[in-house]
């Protein structure tokens, strides 16, 4: 069975003081790992894909970031309209690209 | 504007009576999925459809009813057989059953008193 964990399970920072959330992941053949943001009361909006060890991927603040056991979404100088509940989430090998998700990191910037 | 429209946002409902949630989408995806979110757990799924008339269950789908006649439309019923259908409910689509990039509703929250 896939399992992800997100640690912490919220995160509060000053603007402008940088950090990162973590997500491990336990799967049987990753296809790829996803990061949602998702606002209060909102559905969750994609962020990014990564499929494999190495691979990066960046939009405005944020650098999402993956090895063959964790991923990392580091934040850069962050302002308060980055707060909001970080979701990762994996799909495995097998005929169904089913996704499993982590319970997300809580992440609150004060300004 | 294309996008996923989840009707009612708000749905109070007595124990016993079964309830639907609507869920359309214009964006043209294949496939549509509803999710179920309650506090301190991750997204669980409910039901997915990777084409017209043709669904499956997810993880926990016991309860729950869906239907897929139209590619546009993916509407979930709660029924009286689900034991704590309080929940924030999420309806999502994507271009294809074959990726994890999701584009989701804004929600239905479902209290059931």
């Known amino acids: 069975e896939d399992q992800v964990t997100q640690s912490p399970e919220a995160l509060r920072l000053q603007e402008g003081e940088s950090s990162s959330l973590n997500c491990s992941y336990t799967?049987?053949?990753?296809?790829?790992l996803f990061w949602y943001r998702q606002d209060p009361g909102k559905g969750p909006e994609f962020l990014f894909t990564l499929y494999s060890a190495g691979e990066e991927k960046e939009k405005e603040r944020l650098k999402a970031t993956l090895t063959k056991k964790e991923s990392f979404l580091h934040i850069t100088a962050p302002k308060p309209e980055d707060s909001a509940t970080y979701l990762c989430?994996?799909?495995?090998?097998?005929?169904?690209?089913?996704?499993?998700f982590g319970k997300g990191t809580l992440l609150t910037v004060n300004p | 504007d294309g996008g996923i429209t989840q009707s009612p946002k708000y749905l109070f409902r007595k124990e016993g009576q079964n309830v639907t949630l609507s869920c359309e989408q214009n964006l043209n995806h294949d496939a549509m999925y509803w999710y179920r979110q309650d506090p301190g757990q991750g997204l669980r799924l409910i039901y997915y459809?990777?084409?017209?008339?043709?669904?499956q269950k997810g993880d926990i789908a016991e309860g729950y009813s869906v239907s897929r006649e139209k590619k546009e439309s993916f509407p979930l019923t709660v029924t009286s057989a689900q034991k704590n259908p309080t929940a924030f409910y999420l309806c999502?689509?994507?271009?294809?059953?074959?990726?994890?990039?999701?584009?989701f509703g804004e929600g239905s929250r479902l209290t059931v008193l």
């Open positions: 799967v049987s053949g990753l296809r790829g």
């Open positions: 989430a994996v799909a495995s090998g097998g005929s169904n690209y089913k996704l499993t």
């Open positions: 459809s990777q084409i017209v008339n043709d669904f």
């Open positions: 999502a689509s994507s271009l294809t059953g074959s990726t994890g990039e999701l584009f």
